[in-house]
């Protein structure tokens, strides 16, 4: 349980840090269209850290439980990997908040030459992980199903945002990749 935390605070710094540093600048944006998509995924993620926790089952472990908590570690990490190399891969033009750069290039290499909302999935990852970590199927379905539909309106928003940024080139990268999910979504 102490890891769980411990990787809970990483997480929660890491993102703190990212609203900080990487938000949209009013005079390098063409196009800025958020439409609340920032808080509400801000505030799904700490209500479903709250609630996710407080139905932690921390009382009953045995073999299966530990592979279990072992799989969501698992999760939790891939999916950091996951996030912090979309970001990465972005460089200058990742922000928190949905905005179209001036000078931004549609990226359609790495990752996102597999699917357009990598850090998304990497997110959705995290969370997932976190909540089979948790050892209780009602953390899973308090932390899952909140997250997946913020990710989903998040995604929404974006992809207006990226169809109104880079019109057709948008539109074309669209019919060659899947949203969130590999060959499913």
Same mark, same amino acid.
Request: glycine share 6%; charged share 20%; hydrophobic share 50%.
């Given at each position: 349980?102490?890891?769980?935390?411990?990787?809970?605070?990483?997480?929660?710094?890491?993102?703190?840090?990212?609203?900080?540093?990487?938000?949209?600048? =009013?005079?390098?944006?063409?196009?800025?269209?958020?439409?609340?998509?920032?808080?509400?995924?801000?505030?799904?993620?700490?209500?479903?850290?709250?609630?996710?926790?407080?139905?932690?089952?921390?009382?009953?472990?045995?073999?299966?439980?530990? !592979?279990?908590?072992?799989?969501?570690?698992?999760?939790? !990490?891939?999916?950091?990997?996951?996030?912090?190399?979309?970001?990465?891969?972005?460089? =200058?033009?990742?922000?928190?908040?949905?905005?179209?750069?001036?000078?931004?290039?549609?990226?359609?290499?790495?990752?996102?030459?597999?699917?357009?909302?990598?850090?998304?999935?990497?997110?959705?990852?995290?969370?997932?992980?976190?909540?089979?970590?948790?050892?209780?199927?009602?953390?899973?379905?308090?932390?899952?199903?909140?997250?997946?539909?913020?990710?989903?309106?998040?995604?929404?928003?974006?992809?207006?945002?990226?169809?109104?940024?880079?019109?057709?080139?948008? =539109?074309?990268?669209?019919?060659?990749?899947?949203?969130? !999910?590999?060959?499913?979504?």
């Amino acid at each position: 349980m102490k890891y769980l935390i411990l990787l809970s605070v990483i997480f929660f710094t890491s993102e703190f840090l990212l609203m900080l540093v990487k938000r949209s600048n =009013k005079s390098d944006s063409k196009h800025r269209k958020d439409r609340g998509s920032l808080i509400l995924l801000w505030i799904t993620i700490s209500l479903c850290f709250t609630f996710g926790f407080m139905f932690t089952n921390h009382r009953v472990w045995d073999f299966l439980n530990y !592979i279990l908590f072992s799989i969501g570690l698992f999760l939790i !990490i891939i999916g950091l990997i996951i996030r912090w190399a979309s970001i990465l891969q972005l460089k =200058k033009a990742f922000t928190v908040d949905v905005a179209i750069g001036t000078e931004q290039k549609l990226k359609t290499d790495g990752l996102y030459k597999v699917i357009r909302h990598p850090s998304y999935l990497g997110l959705l990852l995290i969370m997932v992980g976190f909540s089979i970590a948790m050892n209780s199927l009602i953390s899973i379905l308090l932390v899952t199903i909140p997250m997946f539909l913020a990710i989903h309106y998040r995604i929404i928003v974006e992809e207006k945002a990226l169809t109104v940024g880079f019109g057709e080139a948008y =539109k074309s990268y669209k019919t060659k990749t899947k949203r969130l !999910i590999p060959w499913i979504y």
